[in-house]
């Protein structure tokens, strides 16, 4: 082990990160980020061209740049076009649901260009052809909680000549946000560029068929499938000489289907609890948060300011800073399991207000969180998404000096169990639990999917075993649902995550019946942990270590906290055994 000294730095900079973890405050804590993010981008029209000739009346192209929070919300256009000398002019008012293509794992873009296409009759086709000019109004406004106060409103006005089709022959007009039922068809005209082109489909769409049938894309959902279809359409546009060889790139047009049902459509849903549900280790655009960076983010000790977590726009915990959730909750950097769900579903009312660091008894009455709890009462939810318990039970068991002799005890003698589940009682975990169900069963009619803790084990977690982290784990999660069941076994929903393979033998707590290595040795699957944790695991067992996940695809864990919450990647796990509204 000590032969190679990247290792070595890895175990030097896991002690590190649990002694500063469990001494730290964060009033000891020296900040050397910003204390916010920067505001989101605003609307900005970008130009007005034409499609190619098609034998017929043409289309206006009008490309407007937008805030990437706008993804999926409704946009409003209003375009006038003018010819010099002519007293008569046209206008439209145009409103579509904006398709920013398929979210991203995390989704980084600040924008997106959404191409309106305004249809044109022979005479409008013929005044825009000589170079008329546009004056365009484009707007979006993001009202997702729903109360007619935009989080976020930007608007542009200008006015553009209309590029020639030659100028224009990489600009195709967008599909907007299409809807469907589960089982029924969904048509569309498929787009036209400023070049001619032929289009296909060059991905088809989970859960359905998509095929091109006489210039329409025509989408039917399977008769069971709930949540988002993307399709790509692609057409490569003719060569733009005969003397040209080289073939132009293909043009790319991203299609999305909502597959609704009634219940679905128009769902109010908001999201509570801790740090799992605020995806800590994200900043709001996205970007992950970097190891050097723990210290300015870890969730201080009194009064909480979600710094660096997926749905706020905060970035240190330095005293003082108080807390402020990004424009949009953090749905459009699609990190945190809760927007994943959203934005599989459609959801459009929606709003995170998950704290990191937070504890059950913070969200119940008497808590310091209650009034945003009532908040949540107030707006007559239709579903809460909920992860919330592991606080300050695994900061102590993981980082206190007590539980970490407790932990080496119980090797020798056993009763790692009974060793936790005293730790349950002295935080009063299951009594704190319940009182914060009840709150939310008496004053809402919403289905409450709590969500629970997948098994991440943190290199900075010493004194532990990966069995002893995963009996942890399944510790807290039956606290969670015997709390439920106690309460109302109806509308508490527990949702279990699926397993976090940890790349070793963690049985009896889950079974091990994979191998990759040549002795055979079994392990509960190819690993999806942090990487600094992988790494450990790989000194430790070297043997029976089974890296993974394999594939080129990325951990279920971020690195950036040593290993413990989960990546977008182990988000998307999670949400999808969340059931369909």
């Known amino acids: ?19 500063l973890l469990s001494v730290g405050t ?19 029209i970008e130009r007005v061209g034409m499609t190619a000739p098609a034998g017929g009346p043409a289309q206006l192209l009008v490309a407007v740049r937008y805030p990437i929070q706008l993804a999926g919300q409704p946009l409003e256009l209003s375009a006038k ?8 002019s046209y206008t439209w008012e145009i409103g579509e649901r904006a398709n920013a293509g398929a979210p991203r794992l995390p989704d980084r873009r600040r924008t997106f260009t959404f191409v309106h296409a305004i249809p044109l009759t022979g005479e409008q086709t013929r005044i825009a052809r000589r170079g008329a000019t546009v004056v365009v109004d484009a707007s979006g406004a993001l009202d997702l909680t729903g109360d007619s106060v935009p989080e976020l409103d930007s608007r542009d006005h200008e006015r553009h000549r209309v590029q020639s089709t030659h100028a224009s022959r990489r600009l195709c007009g967008s599909l907007p946000q299409l ?46 499938f709930r949540g988002t279809a993307t399709i790509e359409l692609t057409a490569a546009p003719r060569r733009a000489g005969a003397g040209k060889s080289t073939r132009p790139e293909p043009l790319s047009v991203p299609v999305q289907v909502q597959v609704l049902t009634e219940r679905g459509e128009g769902a109010i849903v908001r999201a509570m609890g801790d740090s799992v549900t605020a995806g800590f280790g994200y900043y709001d655009e996205g970007l992950p948060m970097p190891f050097s960076e723990l210290l300015s983010c870890r969730p201080g000790e009194g009064e909480y300011d979600d710094a660096c977590s997926s749905n706020s726009t905060v970035r240190t915990n330095k005293k003082g800073t108080k807390l402020e959730y990004a424009p949009d909750y953090g749905l459009s950097n699609n990190v ?16 995170n207000f998950a704290v ?14 209650y009034a945003t709890t009532k908040r949540i009462e107030s707006e007559f939810p239709d ?46 975990l299951r009594a704190n639990l319940a009182k914060l169900y009840r709150e939310l069963i008496a004053k809402t009619s919403a289905v409450v999917y709590l969500m629970q803790y997948p098994l991440t084990v943190p290199s900075t977690a010493l004194a532990y075993s990966s069995t002893q982290i995963a009996e942890m784990g399944a510790l807290l999660n039956r606290e969670i649902a015997a709390a439920a069941a106690e309460v109302n076994g109806a509308r508490l929903r527990p949702v279990a995550p699926p397993h976090f393979n940890v790349g070793i033998d963690v049985s009896p707590v889950y079974p091990s019946r994979f191998t990759c290595s040549y002795l055979e040795y079994k392990v509960d699957g190819p690993s999806v942990q942090s990487d600094p944790t992988q790494d450990e695991l790989e000194v430790d067992h070297p043997l029976s270590f089974c890296e993974g996940p394999g594939g080129g695809a990325p951990p279920w864990v971020i690195s950036g906290d040593t290993g413990i919450h989960p990546s977008a990647s182990g988000y998307a796990q999670m949400a999808a055994a969340v059931p369909a509204p």
């Not at 990191?356 to 969180?369: F, N």
């Not at 919330?388 to 695994?394: I, Q």
């Not at 102590?396 to 970490?404: C, I, K, P, T």
């Open 336 to 351: 945190s399991w809760a927007a994943q769900w959203a934005n599989e579903h459609s959801v459009k009312n929606y709003a």
């Open 356 to 369: 990191s660091g937070s504890e059950p008894k913070d969200w119940a009455p008497g808590g310091q969180l």
């Open 26 to 44: 964060a009033s000891a804590a020296r900040p050397t980020g910003v204390a916010h993010a920067k505001p989101p981008a605003r609307v900005e």
């Open 81 to 88: 076009l003018e010819w010099p000398g002519r007293r008569q």
């Open 1 to 19: 082990m000590s032969g190679d000294p990247r290792r070595t730095s890895i175990r030097a900079l896991a002690l590190l990160a649990a002694f």
């Open 179 to 224: 809807r469907a039922r589960p089982g029924e068809r969904a048509f569309v005209p498929l787009p036209r560029c400023g070049s001619p082109v032929r289009w296909r489909i060059a991905s088809r769409p989970d859960g359905g068929d998509a095929h091109i049938y006489k210039g329409r894309l025509v989408y039917r959902s399977g008769t069971h």
């Open 383 to 428: 579903y809460i998404l909920m992860t919330v318990g592991a606080n300050p039970l695994l900061a102590d068991v993981l980082f206190g000096v007590d539980n970490m002799g407790c932990a080496v005890w119980s090797e020798i003698v056993g009763g790692f169990s009974e060793c936790v589940e005293r730790a349950f009682a002295e935080v009063e």
